[in-house]
């Protein structure tokens, strides 16, 4: 047995699988990826990395087994889809993940490759467990799925609570063990047992504030828009690279290959100098045309090069962030009351309130270097076809924006 000092969950103990997993070349490649990616240039503590988060997750995971009174070969597999769930990720996290999805056809959970070769799968066939089926898990197929990867995760639970503690930010402030020892199965479907309404929408009220705040503050926005364009430019400039090696790569092996490349060394100094771009246009969704919430990658690509070539700017100098429309997959959960399982978005009257106010945050970015963003603000809004009562232009000079502007912003707009 392992024991391993965590800065949230204290002591975790470590045995079996799950300790032979930890020394993996691809589970300590976890070390040298940020859980938050470029949140760190916001928040300069939040630097913990997706191993932390998967021991968090194993600890969750183990105590839910135990409540619960799951044993054997199934618990095994939890225990070993717990520690590998993230491997799939790229550097920086999600922050390029749609680059990569593009390229590969593979989000973070399509890890069935991966656990079936090297010392991983080596690990697994040793201790009698099937990749396949560990993969299966990590994706949330089948009833233990649920725990890895659900509505009522235990990834869910360790990162809201570890993402507030290394933010400073509080409000990812749930009760883990509380919601661990809520946990029940009933036909087949995880779900929380009675009495346990409140629980349930702690977890929604905790996403619901960690978003704006944290997961899409504005800076955090930018620069991920920056880093996934970049890395794009990386993508087409070498021809050696591989969308699959760049999935490969951790967070420093990136960087470096941006800086050592001619088309994305600015990107780098950027990045390091934290020299980022800023915001033209801040739109509400109220403002924004179907077709430019629809538009596809390439058709925005072209967007940006006509505002930039229209403003005299460098192609690379003028960035769209399109966000998906809000989603609260946390609403269908399903908690007991009485006898009857019911979906908490049905019972919770919160639900709609914190729906709403999904639907006020969002935004769509226009962003573009200092000096250009009155221009570029007026060009991209004719070419968009934005409502201009419905969203905010920066100006280089006289700033005309309201507070709204603002929700969700816990650092200056620097």
Request: one cysteine or more; proline letters at 4%; aromatic letters at 4%.
């Amino acid at each position: 047995m392992t024991t391993i000092k965590d800065s949230v969950h204290d002591h975790i103990e470590v045995e079996g699988v799950a300790a032979d997993l930890l020394d993996t070349p691809a589970v300590q490649r976890l070390r040298h990826i940020k859980q938050l990616g470029t949140v760190q240039l916001v928040y300069p503590s939040a630097n913990h990395t997706r191993f932390e988060h998967s021991l968090g997750v194993y600890h969750l995971a183990e105590s839910a087994l135990t409540h619960m009174g799951v044993d054997g070969i199934d618990a095994e597999r939890v225990r070993a889809a717990a520690v590998l769930h993230d491997m799939g990720h790229g550097p920086f996290s999600h922050n390029i993940e749609s680059l990569t999805h593009r390229e590969t056809g593979k989000y973070h959970d399509d890890v069935t490759d991966l656990l079936s070769i090297g010392e991983v799968g080596d690990v697994l066939r040793a201790n009698g467990l099937s990749p396949d089926r560990v993969a299966g898990l990590v994706a949330g197929s089948g009833k233990y799925g649920q725990l890895v990867s659900g509505e009522l995760d235990v990834d869910r639970m360790d990162y809201l609570v570890r993402d507030a503690h290394h933010t400073g930010v509080p409000y990812g402030t749930i009760d883990p063990g509380r919601l661990v020892r809520a946990l029940e199965f009933v036909d087949g479907e995880l779900v929380l047992g009675p009495g346990n309404v409140q629980t349930a929408e702690s977890l929604l009220v905790a996403r619901a504030l960690m978003n704006p705040t944290v997961y899409s503050h504005h800076v955090a926005r930018i620069s991920k828009a920056m880093l996934r364009s970049a890395s794009e430019r990386l993508l087409a400039s070498d021809p050696d690279l591989t969308a699959e090696e760049l999935r490969r790569m951790d967070d420093h092996g990136l960087i470096v290959a941006l800086r050592l490349t001619d088309e994305t060394a600015e990107f780098a100094r950027r990045y390091a100098e934290r020299d980022l771009y800023k915001r033209a246009v801040w739109a509400e969704l109220g403002g924004v045309p179907d077709r430019v919430l629809q538009a596809g990658h390439e058709e925005l690509r072209e967007i940006e090069a006509a505002v930039a070539a229209a403003c005299n700017l460098d192609p690379k100098e003028v960035l769209i962030d399109v966000p998906s429309e809000p989603s609260m997959t946390e609403s269908t959960s399903r908690v007991m009351v009485g006898d009857e399982m019911r979906e908490l978005g049905r019972q919770s009257p919160l639900v709609k309130a914190l729906r709403t106010a999904q639907y006020q945050q969002w935004r769509l970015g226009v962003y573009t270097v200092e000096p250009a963003t009155g221009q570029v603000g007026r060009e991209a809004v004719d070419r968009l076809g934005l409502d201009v009562d419905e969203m905010l232009v920066s100006e280089r000079r006289g700033r005309t924006a309201t507070l709204d502007e603002f929700v969700g912003s816990e650092s200056p707009d620097r």
